[in-house]
Structure formats: structure tokens, C-alpha cells
């Protein structure tokens, strides 16, 4: 028992139980379920060491090496096996030189907490900055609304600081994700808003590959997995780069084109925007502290997340209506959110 209490004093952790099921079966029949209670600000001992480079992640499920994992030093190219998926994965080259007798601090087995230095140089190198904002645009208001947002947003531009990442995307009917990194001609990529749109196709539509071959295995996610930092730059550049492109693609954009009725409310697709913001993120920055800042002018009405008709014969619910679960939309709704939710803070946990 003292063991276990020396660890939860390292590892600010308390688990119900000290071994985890193998397998499903295992799993569904334990007693009381599996969590965990993290502190996360408690003082780390002394002896907790600080590494000066990015954490090595499995290809698949994102697990970051631990003293569990399996290295196999006998092959030609070292490799780790993943304590969570059993993934195979090879070190990087600076990884070459470890051996049973010059472990990494990371492998040690008295290291089951580690702390790794987050703005260590190669990382800053790869990811140009660990503060993310992704402007998420409503154009389904009127021109007088429209204009203050523009003016706003214009000296939010002016007051963010010059290495934080900046990406816009503009919605209405259509969701329009803005390329930056190319201020001569302005191109934009093009979504319908009632489709939904995976990961996958928005790599292979947003030409993330056009230039190198896309790998055959793991997740992609950022340089270190797959991408080219010119891709990437095309969606996200630093304020001080992207400010006059920016400038100009806000100051021209005009309320959304598509007629509406008198009897019908605007086609949003608030929640395709969303998630394809989402999307992204996840694709280019996956782990940094990044924000989608939405301005919306009006309840989405068109693909995930709807909470109304376009109907204005449809009232939108009152809080009676969700007492009475009375609310069409809202339980398609809130599975869709909470999906959304649970993506972003997955991909903010690898």
C-alpha cells in the first residue's frame, strides 16, 4: 500500500484501481468504473526532470513514450511499441543512440511523471507559435452589423501579438475557409453548408497534398506527422505576415449573397463551420493552445448543430419547450455539439 501512496504523491494521480483491465471483457465487469482524479497544480517533487524538446507521440493514437512502452533494441531502426494500441513506431534520429544501458529520461521507471518544455526551439521552428486564433465569421446580418464587426475585428489585428497563428473562415449558406498564405490573388476553399464534411475530405480537398505523398499509416497531424509547414502556412500565418491580406479580404467582404424569403430565416450553417474549424485545427496545430473565436449574428439553421427551421412559422424553443422535450432539433443538436466538444479537447490533449 505504501507504494501506491508514493506514487500518488509523485504523480498527483488516485485511481480506483491499480491495474487496468486488458481487455472488454475485463472492462465491463469491474465493479465500479475506471477514472482517474488529477491535480493538476500540485508541486511536482524535485526530482522531476525537464526535457528540452517535444514529447515523442505514437503514430496512431497519440499516446506520448512512457516507461510502459516496449523498445525493441535488437532491430536495425529502433522501435516503440505504444502501451495503448500496441502501435509499432520508430524514434526519430536523435533518438539513435539510446540503448538498454543509455536510456532516455523518459523510459526511466521511476519517471511515470515527466515534464517536457513547450516552447523548446525546434518546436517553435515547426509550429511558429503556440497561441492560435481562428476567426469564425458570420455574413448572414445586416450590412450596418457587418460593418462594425469588420471594424472591430480590424483592431483586434492590431493588438494581438505578432507570432500569434491567425486564420479566418467566412459563413453563411456556404462555409469559406480563407487562404493567407498567397495575398496576390485571393482563394478561397468552398463548403457546402448542409453537407457534412470529414477530416479526410477536407485534407484531400483543401490539397494539403498536392505537393508530397500523404502517408499511408498514423494520424496526421501537424509537421512532425505528415504535413509540409508551407501547407499548413497557406491556413495559418503569423499576424505580422498575414496583416495587410487579412486587412484586405476583411474590408471587402460584402453580407452573404443568398436571397431569403420574407417567410424564412437566413440559411447559417453555424455548425459546418464549426466543424471544419475544428477540423483545421486538429490538422495543422494539433496540441497548441488554440482558440475558435466565433461571431455569430443569428441561431443556426442549416446541417449539424440546427436549433430552428428556416421556417419563421417555426418559433425557436423556449425553455418550457426543453422542460416539455418538446424542442425538434434539440437532442440531434446537443449530440452534435458534444461530438465537437470532445474532438477539440481530444486533439488539445495530444
Given at each position: 500500500?505504501?507504494?501506491?501512496?508514493?506514487?500518488?504523491?509523485?504523480?498527483?494521480?488516485?485511481m480506483?484501481?491499480?491495474?487496468?483491465?486488458?481487455?472488454?471483457?475485463?472492462?465491463?465487469?469491474?465493479?465500479?468504473?475506471?477514472?482517474?482524479?488529477?491535480?493538476?497544480l500540485?508541486?511536482?517533487?524535485?526530482?522531476?526532470?525537464?526535457?528540452p524538446?517535444?514529447?515523442?507521440?505514437?503514430?496512431?493514437?497519440?499516446?506520448?513514450?512512457?516507461?510502459?512502452?516496449?523498445?525493441?533494441?535488437?532491430?536495425?531502426?529502433?522501435i516503440w511499441?505504444?502501451?495503448?494500441?500496441?502501435?509499432?513506431?520508430?524514434?526519430p534520429?536523435?533518438?539513435?543512440?539510446i540503448?538498454?544501458?543509455?536510456?532516455?529520461?523518459?523510459?526511466?521507471?521511476?519517471y511515470?511523471?515527466?515534464?517536457?518544455?513547450?516552447?523548446?526551439?525546434?518546436?517553435?521552428?515547426?509550429t511558429?507559435?503556440?497561441n492560435?486564433?481562428?476567426?469564425?465569421?458570420?455574413?448572414?446580418?445586416?450590412?450596418?452589423?457587418?460593418?462594425?464587426?469588420?471594424?472591430?475585428?480590424?483592431?483586434?489585428?492590431?493588438?494581438?501579438?505578432?507570432?500569434?497563428?491567425?486564420?479566418?473562415?467566412t459563413?453563411?449558406?456556404?462555409?469559406?475557409?480563407?487562404?493567407?498564405?498567397?495575398?496576390?490573388?485571393?482563394?478561397?476553399h468552398?463548403?457546402?453548408?448542409?453537407?457534412?464534411?470529414?477530416?479526410?475530405?477536407?485534407?484531400?480537398?483543401?490539397?494539403?497534398?498536392?505537393?508530397?505523398?500523404?502517408?499511408?499509416?498514423?494520424v496526421?497531424?501537424?509537421?512532425?506527422?505528415?504535413?509540409?509547414?508551407?501547407?499548413?502556412?497557406?491556413?495559418?500565418?503569423?499576424?505580422?505576415?498575414?496583416?495587410?491580406?487579412?486587412?484586405?479580404?476583411?474590408?471587402?467582404?460584402?453580407?452573404?449573397?443568398?436571397?431569403?424569403?420574407?417567410?424564412?430565416?437566413?440559411?447559417?450553417?453555424?455548425?459546418?463551420?464549426?466543424?471544419?474549424?475544428?477540423?483545421?485545427?486538429?490538422?495543422?496545430?494539433?496540441?497548441?493552445?488554440?482558440?475558435?473565436?466565433?461571431?455569430?449574428?443569428?441561431?443556426?439553421?442549416?446541417?449539424?448543430g440546427?436549433?430552428?427551421?428556416?421556417?419563421?412559422?417555426?418559433?425557436?424553443?423556449?425553455?418550457k419547450?426543453?422542460?416539455?422535450?418538446?424542442?425538434?432539433?434539440?437532442?440531434?443538436?446537443?449530440?452534435?455539439?458534444?461530438?465537437?466538444?470532445?474532438?477539440?479537447?481530444?486533439?488539445?490533449?495530444?
Amino acid at each position: 500500500m505504501a507504494e501506491f501512496l508514493d506514487l500518488e504523491s509523485q504523480d498527483s494521480v488516485r485511481m480506483p484501481w491499480n491495474v487496468l483491465p486488458g481487455t472488454k471483457a475485463d472492462a465491463a465487469n469491474c465493479a465500479i468504473p475506471i477514472s482517474a482524479v488529477y491535480t493538476p497544480l500540485k508541486p511536482l517533487p524535485a526530482s522531476t526532470p525537464l526535457l528540452p524538446y517535444s514529447p515523442l507521440r505514437c503514430r496512431n493514437c497519440r499516446s506520448v513514450i512512457n516507461p510502459f512502452s516496449i523498445v525493441d533494441f535488437s532491430s536495425v531502426n529502433k522501435i516503440w511499441i505504444c502501451s495503448f494500441c500496441l502501435q509499432r513506431n520508430h524514434f526519430p534520429p536523435h533518438y539513435q543512440s539510446i540503448s538498454e544501458q543509455n536510456l532516455p529520461a523518459e523510459l526511466f521507471p521511476q519517471y511515470t511523471t515527466i515534464e517536457y518544455e513547450t516552447s523548446a526551439p525546434n518546436e517553435k521552428a515547426q509550429t511558429g507559435s503556440s497561441n492560435v486564433f481562428l476567426f469564425v465569421v458570420d455574413t448572414c446580418v445586416i450590412e450596418e452589423e457587418l460593418g462594425f464587426l469588420k471594424s472591430s475585428l480590424l483592431q483586434v489585428l492590431g493588438m494581438v501579438p505578432e507570432n500569434c497563428l491567425i486564420g479566418l473562415i467566412t459563413f453563411g449558406t456556404y462555409v469559406h475557409v480563407h487562404e493567407l498564405g498567397f495575398g496576390q490573388i485571393p482563394k478561397v476553399h468552398v463548403f457546402k453548408g448542409t453537407k457534412e464534411v470529414t477530416k479526410e475530405q477536407l485534407l484531400e480537398q483543401m490539397g494539403f497534398f498536392a505537393k508530397r505523398p500523404r502517408p499511408t499509416t498514423g494520424v496526421i497531424a501537424g509537421v512532425r506527422d505528415g504535413l509540409s509547414q508551407d501547407s499548413i502556412a497557406r491556413f495559418l500565418l503569423p499576424a505580422s505576415d498575414c496583416e495587410f491580406v487579412l486587412n484586405s479580404i476583411l474590408e471587402e467582404l460584402q453580407k452573404d449573397p443568398w436571397p431569403v424569403a420574407s417567410d424564412q430565416r437566413a440559411a447559417r450553417c453555424t455548425g459546418t463551420a464549426l466543424s471544419l474549424a475544428a477540423h483545421l485545427l486538429g490538422v495543422c496545430v494539433p496540441g497548441s493552445g488554440a482558440r475558435i473565436m466565433a461571431f455569430l449574428g443569428g441561431p443556426s439553421t442549416e446541417g449539424g448543430g440546427a436549433i430552428v427551421s428556416k421556417n419563421l412559422s417555426e418559433p425557436i424553443r423556449s425553455h418550457k419547450d426543453l422542460d416539455k422535450d418538446s424542442a425538434p432539433h434539440y437532442h440531434k443538436a446537443v449530440k452534435f455539439y458534444e461530438s465537437l466538444s470532445n474532438n477539440l479537447f481530444i486533439r488539445d490533449m495530444c
